[in-house]
Protein backbone atom coordinates (compact mmCIF):
# COMPACT_ATOMS: atom_id res chain seq x y z
CA UNK A 1 0.00 0.00 0.00
CA UNK A 2 1.18 3.61 -1.00
CA UNK A 3 2.06 5.98 1.83
CA UNK A 4 4.50 8.18 0.08
CA UNK A 5 4.08 10.41 3.43
CA UNK A 6 5.19 7.35 5.74
CA UNK A 7 7.46 6.10 2.98
CA UNK A 8 9.84 9.77 3.48
CA UNK A 9 9.50 9.40 7.59
CA UNK A 10 11.37 5.94 7.08
CA UNK A 11 13.76 7.59 4.89
CA UNK A 12 14.24 10.36 6.66
CA UNK A 13 14.99 8.61 9.77
CA UNK A 14 17.55 6.52 7.96
CA UNK A 15 19.46 9.10 6.51
CA UNK A 16 19.80 10.43 10.04
CA UNK A 17 20.74 7.35 11.39
CA UNK A 18 23.35 7.11 8.58
CA UNK A 19 24.59 10.50 10.16
CA UNK A 20 25.58 9.74 13.14
CA UNK A 21 27.51 6.54 12.53
CA UNK A 22 30.89 8.30 11.63
CA UNK A 23 30.64 9.76 14.83
CA UNK A 24 29.79 6.46 16.65
CA UNK A 25 33.00 4.84 14.85
CA UNK A 26 35.58 7.52 15.79
CA UNK A 27 34.22 7.87 19.59
CA UNK A 28 33.86 3.85 20.14
CA UNK A 29 37.13 3.09 18.94
CA UNK A 30 38.85 5.27 21.66
CA UNK A 31 38.07 2.74 23.81
CA UNK A 32 37.50 -0.33 21.64
CA UNK A 33 40.24 -2.40 18.95
CA UNK A 34 38.62 -2.56 15.53
CA UNK A 35 38.38 -6.44 15.43
CA UNK A 36 36.58 -5.81 19.09
CA UNK A 37 33.86 -3.09 17.99
CA UNK A 38 33.31 -5.48 15.16
CA UNK A 39 32.61 -8.31 17.40
CA UNK A 40 30.20 -6.85 19.71
CA UNK A 41 28.50 -5.00 17.00
CA UNK A 42 28.09 -8.20 14.88
CA UNK A 43 26.95 -9.82 17.96
CA UNK A 44 24.25 -6.86 18.98
CA UNK A 45 22.84 -6.99 14.89
CA UNK A 46 22.45 -10.76 15.11
CA UNK A 47 20.00 -10.58 18.18
CA UNK A 48 18.28 -7.83 17.08
CA UNK A 49 17.67 -9.07 13.16
CA UNK A 50 16.86 -12.38 14.72
CA UNK A 51 14.13 -10.33 17.17
CA UNK A 52 12.59 -8.95 14.46
CA UNK A 53 12.28 -11.82 12.19
CA UNK A 54 11.12 -14.01 15.43
CA UNK A 55 8.27 -11.09 16.09
CA UNK A 56 7.57 -10.57 12.04
CA UNK A 57 6.99 -14.80 11.99
CA UNK A 58 9.68 -15.52 9.38
CA UNK A 59 12.42 -16.52 11.33
CA UNK A 60 12.28 -20.10 10.00
CA UNK A 61 13.16 -18.72 6.52
CA UNK A 62 16.23 -17.51 7.59
CA UNK A 63 17.53 -20.99 8.58
CA UNK A 64 19.11 -22.40 5.64
CA UNK A 65 17.71 -24.63 3.21
CA UNK A 66 20.70 -26.85 1.89
CA UNK A 67 24.42 -26.63 1.96
CA UNK A 68 24.53 -24.23 -1.25
CA UNK A 69 22.60 -21.51 0.80
CA UNK A 70 24.44 -21.70 4.09
CA UNK A 71 27.73 -21.85 2.07
CA UNK A 72 26.59 -18.72 -0.03
CA UNK A 73 25.94 -17.19 3.86
CA UNK A 74 29.46 -18.01 5.01
CA UNK A 75 31.03 -16.32 1.56
CA UNK A 76 29.07 -13.26 1.96
CA UNK A 77 29.25 -13.25 5.67
CA UNK A 78 33.08 -12.85 5.31
CA UNK A 79 32.75 -9.75 2.90
CA UNK A 80 30.26 -8.29 4.98
CA UNK A 81 30.05 -7.45 8.01
CA UNK A 82 33.61 -9.34 8.49
CA UNK A 83 35.89 -8.30 6.15
CA UNK A 84 34.40 -4.67 5.24
CA UNK A 85 33.82 -3.73 8.61
CA UNK A 86 37.38 -4.37 9.93
CA UNK A 87 38.95 -2.41 6.88
CA UNK A 88 36.24 0.10 7.56
CA UNK A 89 36.84 0.10 11.58
CA UNK A 90 40.57 0.05 10.99
CA UNK A 91 40.17 3.10 8.52
CA UNK A 92 38.44 4.98 10.91
CA UNK A 93 41.11 4.12 13.55
CA UNK A 94 43.88 5.70 11.66
CA UNK A 95 42.31 8.49 9.90
CA UNK A 96 40.48 11.78 11.34
CA UNK A 97 36.44 10.74 10.86
CA UNK A 98 36.21 13.75 7.98
CA UNK A 99 38.67 12.03 5.56
CA UNK A 100 37.62 8.43 6.39
CA UNK A 101 33.75 9.04 5.97
CA UNK A 102 33.74 10.68 2.16
CA UNK A 103 36.51 7.81 1.45
CA UNK A 104 33.21 5.23 2.32
CA UNK A 105 30.98 6.89 -0.10
CA UNK A 106 33.00 6.24 -3.20
CA UNK A 107 31.71 2.56 -3.38
CA UNK A 108 28.78 3.57 -5.24
CA UNK A 109 31.95 4.58 -8.52
CA UNK A 110 34.10 1.40 -7.12
CA UNK A 111 30.87 -0.90 -8.29
CA UNK A 112 30.52 1.15 -11.62
CA UNK A 113 34.32 0.22 -12.29
CA UNK A 114 33.77 -3.80 -11.44
CA UNK A 115 30.85 -4.40 -13.42
CA UNK A 116 33.30 -4.12 -16.20
CA UNK A 117 35.25 -7.42 -15.84
CA UNK A 118 32.35 -8.96 -13.33
CA UNK A 119 29.04 -7.66 -14.91
CA UNK A 120 30.89 -7.06 -18.67
CA UNK A 121 29.17 -3.94 -18.56
CA UNK A 122 30.78 -1.37 -20.52
CA UNK A 123 31.96 2.62 -19.08
CA UNK A 124 30.66 5.33 -20.72
CA UNK A 125 31.79 8.49 -21.41
CA UNK A 126 29.79 9.79 -18.92
CA UNK A 127 30.46 7.75 -16.35
CA UNK A 128 33.94 8.22 -16.58
CA UNK A 129 33.58 11.80 -15.85
CA UNK A 130 31.97 10.68 -13.08
CA UNK A 131 34.60 8.52 -11.75
CA UNK A 132 36.95 10.93 -12.32
CA UNK A 133 35.20 13.45 -10.46
CA UNK A 134 34.54 11.60 -7.13
CA UNK A 135 38.39 10.11 -6.94
CA UNK A 136 39.62 14.25 -7.61
CA UNK A 137 37.55 14.54 -4.01
CA UNK A 138 39.02 11.29 -2.93
CA UNK A 139 42.53 13.14 -3.43
CA UNK A 140 41.33 16.52 -2.43
CA UNK A 141 40.32 15.14 0.77
CA UNK A 142 43.04 13.29 1.65
CA UNK A 143 45.91 15.73 0.92
CA UNK A 144 44.09 18.03 2.92
CA UNK A 145 43.91 19.83 -0.65
CA UNK A 146 47.57 19.95 -1.26
CA UNK A 147 47.00 17.80 -4.60
CA UNK A 148 50.73 18.33 -5.84
CA UNK A 149 52.83 17.61 -3.13
CA UNK A 150 50.67 14.14 -2.43
CA UNK A 151 50.90 14.21 1.06
CA UNK A 152 48.46 11.78 2.75
CA UNK A 153 47.57 12.15 6.75
CA UNK A 154 47.87 8.32 6.64
CA UNK A 155 48.43 5.75 3.44
CA UNK A 156 47.14 3.19 4.85
CA UNK A 157 44.27 4.39 6.30
CA UNK A 158 43.34 5.87 3.09
CA UNK A 159 44.07 2.00 1.45
CA UNK A 160 42.30 0.60 3.84
CA UNK A 161 38.94 2.99 3.27
CA UNK A 162 39.39 2.24 -0.18
CA UNK A 163 39.84 -1.21 0.13
CA UNK A 164 36.48 -0.99 2.11
CA UNK A 165 34.96 0.10 -1.24
CA UNK A 166 36.02 -2.70 -3.20
CA UNK A 167 34.63 -5.00 -0.64
CA UNK A 168 31.37 -3.54 -0.18
CA UNK A 169 30.76 -3.21 -3.80
CA UNK A 170 31.56 -7.31 -4.38
CA UNK A 171 29.35 -8.06 -1.86
CA UNK A 172 26.30 -6.12 -3.89
CA UNK A 173 27.23 -7.57 -6.86
CA UNK A 174 26.72 -10.79 -5.51
CA UNK A 175 24.69 -10.60 -2.73
CA UNK A 176 22.33 -9.16 -6.24
CA UNK A 177 21.97 -12.71 -6.95
CA UNK A 178 20.43 -14.14 -3.54
CA UNK A 179 16.63 -14.88 -4.00
CA UNK A 180 16.19 -15.36 -0.02
CA UNK A 181 14.28 -12.20 1.56
CA UNK A 182 16.36 -9.21 2.26
CA UNK A 183 16.22 -9.45 6.12
CA UNK A 184 15.99 -13.37 6.31
CA UNK A 185 19.11 -13.40 3.87
CA UNK A 186 20.96 -10.29 5.93
CA UNK A 187 20.36 -12.32 9.06
CA UNK A 188 22.23 -15.45 7.95
CA UNK A 189 25.25 -13.67 6.72
CA UNK A 190 25.44 -11.78 10.19
CA UNK A 191 25.12 -14.84 11.98
CA UNK A 192 27.94 -16.83 9.51
CA UNK A 193 30.55 -13.98 10.29
CA UNK A 194 30.19 -13.78 14.01
CA UNK A 195 32.51 -17.28 14.30
CA UNK A 196 35.06 -15.45 11.98
CA UNK A 197 34.81 -12.21 13.64
CA UNK A 198 35.67 -14.20 17.35
CA UNK A 199 38.45 -16.22 15.63
CA UNK A 200 40.11 -13.38 14.75
CA UNK A 201 39.51 -12.11 17.67
CA UNK A 202 40.86 -14.87 19.60
CA UNK A 203 43.87 -15.51 16.92
CA UNK A 204 45.20 -11.89 16.89
CA UNK A 205 44.10 -9.91 19.47
CA UNK A 206 43.70 -10.24 23.48
CA UNK A 207 40.21 -10.23 23.82
CA UNK A 208 38.96 -7.74 25.75
CA UNK A 209 35.71 -6.73 27.78
CA UNK A 210 34.68 -2.97 26.78
CA UNK A 211 34.02 -0.79 29.02
CA UNK A 212 30.91 1.43 29.17
CA UNK A 213 32.07 3.80 26.03
CA UNK A 214 32.95 0.96 24.24
CA UNK A 215 29.82 -1.12 25.13
CA UNK A 216 27.32 1.68 24.40
CA UNK A 217 29.25 1.93 20.90
CA UNK A 218 29.57 -0.94 19.83
CA UNK A 219 25.62 -1.84 20.80
CA UNK A 220 24.64 1.83 19.01
CA UNK A 221 26.37 0.42 15.59
CA UNK A 222 25.29 -3.18 15.87
CA UNK A 223 21.72 -1.91 16.33
CA UNK A 224 21.47 0.99 14.57
CA UNK A 225 23.88 0.88 11.89
CA UNK A 226 23.79 -3.25 10.82
CA UNK A 227 20.56 -3.83 11.82
CA UNK A 228 17.48 -1.14 12.14
CA UNK A 229 18.61 1.28 9.24
CA UNK A 230 18.14 -1.74 6.59
CA UNK A 231 15.11 -2.68 8.20
CA UNK A 232 13.93 0.96 7.83
CA UNK A 233 15.03 1.47 4.39
CA UNK A 234 12.91 -1.92 3.28
CA UNK A 235 9.88 -0.27 4.87
CA UNK A 236 10.41 3.11 3.46
CA UNK A 237 10.59 1.13 -0.22
CA UNK A 238 7.45 -0.93 0.89
CA UNK A 239 5.30 2.40 1.32
CA UNK A 240 7.04 4.05 -2.02
CA UNK A 241 5.44 4.42 -4.80
CA UNK A 242 8.84 4.49 -6.19
CA UNK A 243 12.10 4.19 -5.18
CA UNK A 244 13.91 6.92 -6.90
CA UNK A 245 11.21 9.45 -4.43
CA UNK A 246 13.43 8.47 -1.88
CA UNK A 247 16.95 7.81 -2.77
CA UNK A 248 17.98 11.44 -3.55
CA UNK A 249 17.67 11.63 0.59
CA UNK A 250 20.90 8.97 0.76
CA UNK A 251 23.11 12.04 -0.47
CA UNK A 252 22.31 15.01 2.21
CA UNK A 253 23.42 12.17 5.10
CA UNK A 254 27.40 12.58 4.61
CA UNK A 255 27.06 16.42 5.11
CA UNK A 256 25.14 15.86 8.25
CA UNK A 257 27.83 13.81 9.42
CA UNK A 258 30.19 16.66 9.03
CA UNK A 259 28.69 18.71 11.16
CA UNK A 260 28.14 15.61 13.85
CA UNK A 261 31.78 14.81 13.49
CA UNK A 262 32.44 18.71 14.91
CA UNK A 263 29.78 18.62 17.25
CA UNK A 264 30.54 15.27 18.94
CA UNK A 265 34.07 14.19 18.50
CA UNK A 266 35.41 17.76 17.98
CA UNK A 267 37.12 17.50 14.97
CA UNK A 268 37.81 20.56 12.99
CA UNK A 269 36.22 20.18 9.95
CA UNK A 270 38.55 21.29 7.01
CA UNK A 271 37.61 23.17 3.90
CA UNK A 272 39.51 20.43 1.27
CA UNK A 273 37.27 18.40 3.64
CA UNK A 274 33.69 19.89 2.53
CA UNK A 275 35.17 20.75 -1.38
CA UNK A 276 36.33 17.16 -1.58
CA UNK A 277 32.81 15.61 -0.50
CA UNK A 278 31.11 17.82 -2.70
CA UNK A 279 33.27 16.33 -5.66
CA UNK A 280 32.31 12.87 -4.76
CA UNK A 281 29.00 13.58 -4.04
CA UNK A 282 28.37 15.06 -7.38
CA UNK A 283 30.36 12.95 -9.12
CA UNK A 284 27.89 10.15 -7.85
CA UNK A 285 24.73 11.80 -8.58
CA UNK A 286 25.96 12.63 -12.44
CA UNK A 287 26.83 8.89 -12.44
CA UNK A 288 23.28 7.99 -11.53
CA UNK A 289 21.68 10.86 -13.38
CA UNK A 290 23.53 9.43 -16.98
CA UNK A 291 22.99 5.54 -16.32
CA UNK A 292 20.97 3.64 -13.85
CA UNK A 293 23.72 1.62 -11.33
CA UNK A 294 25.00 -2.13 -12.27
CA UNK A 295 22.91 -2.75 -8.59
CA UNK A 296 20.07 -0.96 -7.62
CA UNK A 297 21.58 1.30 -5.21
CA UNK A 298 18.17 2.56 -4.22
CA UNK A 299 17.09 -1.42 -2.97
CA UNK A 300 20.90 -1.79 -1.76
CA UNK A 301 22.15 1.23 -0.09
CA UNK A 302 25.06 2.22 1.10
CA UNK A 303 25.15 2.76 5.28
Known sequence: MVNQRKAYLYAC??????????????????TLAPAHLLLYA????????????????EFGRALPQDRQELLRSVCLGFLNPFLFYLL??????????QEALPLSYTWVVTLSILA???LKQRLSLHEVAAILMSYSGVLVVST??????????DPLGVVLAL????????????????????LAGLFLNFLCALPMTLGYCLIFT???????????????????????????????????????RISSLIFISPFLSLGLIHFVVGEEILPSTFYGLILIVA?????????????????????
Not at 13 to 30: C, D, E, G, N, P
Not at 42 to 57: D, E, M, Q, T, W
Not at 88 to 97: D, G, M, N, T
Not at 283 to 298: C, E, N, S, T
Open 163 to 182: GGTVVWALYWIYNARDERPP
Open 206 to 244: ELQIPDLTGLLGAAYIGCFEMGISFFLWLQALKYSASAA
Open 42 to 57: NLVSVLLLGGILLCRG
Open 13 to 30: SVVLIWSTVASAFKISLR
Open 144 to 153: HGDLFALHFS
Open 116 to 118: VPL
Open 283 to 303: GLILQQLVKPPAIDLRENPAG
Open 88 to 97: IFKAFYLLPA
